[in-house]
């Protein structure tokens, strides 16, 4: 008698095929071989879409004139001390939220019911009370900052395990030091996903803040040459803002994985 | 030195504004260098108990003491069923826990810390962080943590029931063993009641709705080697009858 053999194959292998690491770069690489194209080709003027090769050669004269680092450091002046401020308030005012019952009640409506307002849309205010010069530019970023870490830093303090707390004052500790050992610790990873969102809304507060108020600042020198239509210096510029996202998340990761070395 | 548990009470309200009562006159104590079992069905109470007695929640009534100690505060270490070691801190760290906060010196919480460490085998693992290890281990380090403080009482919640059996059993005599070099007056909870005729002194039985005192039982056995084929059969018939006195209840408790 002959036998049939039906050999058994593992049906969900595509859930952990592999893709080979060189696949990331291709579609960055393939999109600027297609821009640079259709600029080359002159399917597109120019003065609409300069070429990604133009644009880099524009950066380097810019770099070498200094027009760039004069504006950069503008930026990252406001933007480095406006996130501070609002990151260092955000987790520490969260962490008092979470924390104390009483402060809770009191504080969170109020932090709830500013939180929706878009910040820009405060900016003329704080021109009203604080001056054009910088400090209503760090002050509404630090704001932007603020909000998005306060409420991840107080759900952070919510969702440490109670059973860590009681370990810990079983074992001796008082209220500041479960605060310090426990609930900071157990809560960064949320703090963390609360510093990544208010980068992203420090960088648009800060273009935007620079557009409508700033002689210097990569959002001001944007503006500045999408006015004279100098096109290619306008993309020098939302290059260096793209560059200092990246660099901006990069940072936090790094530091995540030093922070957060348990995880 | 008596822990004694007075006359202690513990209602609740639940969801539907009911009154439940889950701990009823709760009379006992217990001795120096005794270990104290407290068996019973699921939801007779003595987790509620033990998180009493471990000053973790107020008994409505009674009140829970130390007779006849010098100290102002009596140490209390606890052992959980979540085991509840800090994630961030390493095994060594989390053992030194009690010892950083009662304030004691590096060098000794290094010595301290070590020493326990080495008693629960865990010498190797010292520098690693909970998540990197097995859920045995991490119930070592756990119960490192409770010995380093040197505890008045050791308090255990359950806390093998999270492991599998086979490792359950070589836990539990691991833990006879650090017991023999500490022999520290020693609550323990749990609902396996082989479990709890292989450890204790004394065994004593839960009722449910309320949580009562149902008997308490001495176990008339040596402390090392209750495994051994000559004392299965008593053993056995201990077993046997707290599971007579159980039975009961754990089927009114499935029926929830």
Request: aromatic content about 8%.
């Amino acid at each position: 008698m002959e036998k049939h053999k039906q050999v058994i194959t593992n049906r969900v292998a595509f859930l952990d095929k592999k893709v080979p690491f060189y696949a990331s770069f291709l579609g960055i690489a393939g999109l600027l071989l297609l821009w640079e194209l259709i600029s080359r080709l002159g399917i597109v003027s120019p003065l609409f879409l300069p070429s990604p090769s133009s644009i880099i050669i524009t950066g380097w004269e810019m770099l070498i004139s200094g027009e760039i680092y004069g504006n950069l450091t503008a930026s990252l002046y406001r933007i480095v001390i406006g996130y501070a401020i609002g990151a260092a308030f955000g987790i520490l005012i969260g962490l008092i939220l979470g924390f104390f019952k009483l402060a809770d009640a009191i504080g969170t409506p109020i932090v709830y019911s500013i939180y929706p307002i878009p910040k820009i849309a405060l900016l003329p205010l704080f021109i009203l009370w604080l001056g054009i010069g910088e400090l209503s530019k760090v002050t509404i970023i630090a704001l932007g900052v603020f909000f998005p870490v306060v409420i991840n830093t107080f759900s952070g303090v919510k969702n440490v395990d109670p059973m860590l707390v009681k370990a810990a004052v079983t074992f001796g500790s008082n209220r500041v030091n479960v605060i310090r050992k426990v609930i900071l610790p157990g809560s960064l990873p949320m703090i963390f996903a609360g510093l990544k969102l208010a980068a992203g809304t420090s960088l648009l507060l800060l273009v935007s803040a620079e557009m409508i108020a700033a002689q210097q600042g990569i959002g001001s020198m944007v503006l500045h040459y999408g006015n004279l239509m100098i096109t290619s210096k306008l993309m020098v510029g939302v290059l260096i803002l793209s560059l200092l996202g990246l660099t901006f998340n990069r940072g936090l990761k790094w530091l995540e994985t030093k922070l957060i070395p348990w995880k | 030195m008596n822990i004694v548990i007075e006359n202690v009470g513990k209602k609740f309200t639940d969801s539907k504004k009911n009154e439940v009562t889950a701990l009823e006159n709760i009379n006992f104590s217990i001795k120096e260098e005794e270990f104290v079992v407290l068996v019973g069905p699921s939801g007779c109470g003595k987790s509620t108990l033990l998180n009493i007695v471990g000053g973790l929640m107020s008994p409505t009534s009674g009140s829970v003491y130390f007779e006849g100690i010098e100290k102002k505060t009596p140490n209390l270490g606890i052992v959980f069923q979540e085991i509840a070691l800090l994630p961030w801190r390493t095994v060594y760290e989390n053992v030194i826990y009690g010892l950083e906060e009662r304030g004691i010196g590096k060098k000794e919480q290094k010595e301290i810390g070590n020493y326990y460490i080495d008693m629960v085998g865990l010498s190797e693992f010292k520098d690693a962080f909970p998540k990197q290890l097995s859920g045995g281990m991490k119930q070592r380090a756990g119960i490192a943590r409770a010995l380093a403080v040197e505890p008045d009482l050791l308090l255990m919640d359950e806390p093998f029931s999270a492991l599998d059996a086979q490792t359950r059993t070589l836990m539990q005599e691991e833990l006879l063993t650090i017991w023999n070099r500490t022999k520290l007056s020693t609550l323990y909870v749990t609902h396996n009641i082989q479990e709890a005729v292989y450890l204790a002194d004394r065994v004593i039985v839960l009722s449910r709705h309320p949580g009562q005192i149902k008997r308490i039982i001495n176990i008339d056995l040596p402390k090392t080697g209750r495994n051994e084929d000559k004392y299965r059969e008593k053993s056995n018939q201990y077993a046997d009858e707290i599971w007579q006195l159980i039975r009961h209840d754990a089927q009114e408790a499935l029926k929830e």
